[in-house]
């Protein structure tokens, strides 16, 4: 049932660590879910140093999926966007061909608090690689919601359950979030090829193996999966389709090398537009990593 588990790694974002889970050498992607980073929790104290922002930055080929248990993040890009996002709402960016943005933590500057979610890449499928840039927010009353035998559950994006999001995704999909008491036991369809559930909280059981904070386990398809909460736990559900591979390098993917280099080559020269109200930085493109870029699959 459980085919591989995935500890994450700390990665210092600059001002905060984060944990990655995705992609990994073991298993790159699951479904279209290309990248996978669990943002804190962390306690800001206000009057923090702007270090802690992402400044304006590119993507192609995939969307953004914003995410949040606690804080509040700014988000600002070249389409025109500025939405801050607070927990239970989606910010879902559309890169497809090209699109910049920033992430700020004003309101956490201003005040202080904890910042506390998780950040998912989604692959757009090879005929919607190239689709124009779009960004979407959404309110709670979105995303369905259930209730029942210490369970509660939201439904983030995609289908599942017998439920459909108000998200626009470009391929079949599923993304969920669990608050499960402890004690409490709720069950995975078998409904998707690819599927993995991430602890973001707490400690579960899966098919007698403890899955603990910070693990991410990935299922054999075919087989509904039961999930035991050891304790109070917050579980993140994920998958759908497979697309086939992808490539990955800084901040894009693409199906195709070339495309990748083509970015890389747009963003050092200047041709992707920056944030309206957001264009006085950016992040520059780093030095090209040893070796060559592995696919995603």
């Given at each position: 049932m459980i085919e591989l588990v995935i500890d994450q790694r700390r990665k210092d974002l600059g001002g905060f660590e984060v944990g990655r889970v995705l992609p990994h050498h073991a298993h790159r992607m699951v479904g279209?879910?290309?990248?996978?980073?669990?943002?804190?929790?962390?306690?800001?104290?206000?009057?923090?140093?702007?270090?802690?922002?992402?400044?304006?930055?590119?993507?192609?080929g995939l969307s953004t999926v914003t995410y949040l248990f606690d804080g509040e993040i700014t988000h600002r890009d070249s389409v025109g966007s500025t939405e801050v996002i607070r927990p239970g709402e989606v910010n879902w960016m559309t890169a497809g061909r090209g699109i910049t943005h920033s992430e700020r933590f004003e309101d956490l500057r201003a005040h202080g608090g904890t910042m506390h979610g998780i950040q998912a890449?989604?692959?757009?499928?090879t005929e919607q690689e190239e689709t124009d840039p779009a960004f979407a927010h959404h309110g709670q009353a979105d995303l369905p919601t259930y209730e029942g035998g210490g369970m509660w559950a939201r439904l983030i994006a995609g289908k599942a359950f017998g439920a459909e999001a108000k998200v626009k995704v470009h391929s079949p999909m599923f993304y969920v979030h669990w608050a499960l008491d402890a004690g409490a036991t709720a069950e995975l369809p078998a409904e998707y090829p690819e599927r993995a559930a991430y602890v973001a909280q707490g400690i579960v059981e899966i098919d007698g193996q403890q899955v603990q904070q910070g693990q991410m386990a990935v299922f054999t398809p075919g087989q509904t999966v039961p999930v035991t909460a050891l304790t109070n736990a917050i579980v993140m559900l994920l998958g759908g389709e497979p697309l086939g591979p992808r490539f990955i390098e800084w901040n894009f993917v693409a199906s195709s090398k070339d495309r990748i280099e083509q970015a890389k080559a747009d963003w050092r020269a200047g041709r992707m537009k920056l944030p309206d109200a957001d264009d006085q930085e950016f992040i520059p493109l780093p030095p090209d990593p040893p070796g060559p870029a592995n696919a995603l699959s």
């Open positions: 279209p879910f290309a990248f996978f980073d669990h943002m804190g929790p962390v306690e800001f104290r206000a009057g923090f140093g702007r270090n802690v922002d992402v400044r304006p930055h590119p993507h192609i890449w989604v692959a757009l499928p």
